[in-house]
Structure formats: C-alpha cells, structure tokens
C-alpha cells in the first residue's frame, strides 16, 4: 500500500517545530492567535508546530512558506518559521 493510500488519499505531513526565538527582528510582524487551533491551514506537507509546547501553530503549508514569519503561541514562546 502506498503512503497515500494509508493517508486517505491525502499525503501524509510531516510535522516541524518552528525556531524559538528570543525577539523577532526590527520591523517583524508577529501573528499571535486569538483562538486555539491552527492559524493557517492549507494543502502542503508540512505542520509547523511551536518549539516550546508543541501546540499546532499551522497546518498543511507547504516547503517555505511564510519563512521569516514569527507566531506567538498561547504558551507565550516566539516561533520562526524556518527558510526553505
């Protein structure tokens, strides 16, 4: 059986911690979330999940996208998302 198979037709993610940063750069936007839950959901590979918790920042996003970005987690850590 193949991985998309077992996966339900949809390809498995792999699951990424984000970088925990102290600070974000000068001029950085930080996207903190309101609600629980992811803040982003699309159709690629990867789930970005914080360095600190592991709480599930995004879902589904696919190799590079929003690299630089900086998410505040409801745990309070700053999370990067790595370049591609």
């Not at 339900?8 to 974000?24: F, K, M, T, V």
């Not at 903190?32 to 709480?55: I, N, Q, S």
């Not at 970005?69 to 409801?74: A, E, G, I, L, S």
Request: aromatic share 6%; hydrophobic share 40%.
């Amino acid at each position: 059986m193949s991985a998309d198979h077992l996966a339900g037709g949809r390809r498995a993610r792999r699951r990424q911690r984000l970088i925990l940063i102290e600070a974000p750069e000068p001029d950085t936007k930080v996207i903190a979330p309101k609600t629980g839950g992811p803040l982003f959901r699309g159709v690629g590979e990867y789930d970005y999940a914080c360095a600190r918790c592991g709480a599930l920042l995004c879902a589904g996003l696919g190799a590079g996208a929003l690299a630089g970005v900086v998410f505040r987690c409801w745990c309070g850590a700053l999370n990067q998302v790595p370049p591609p």
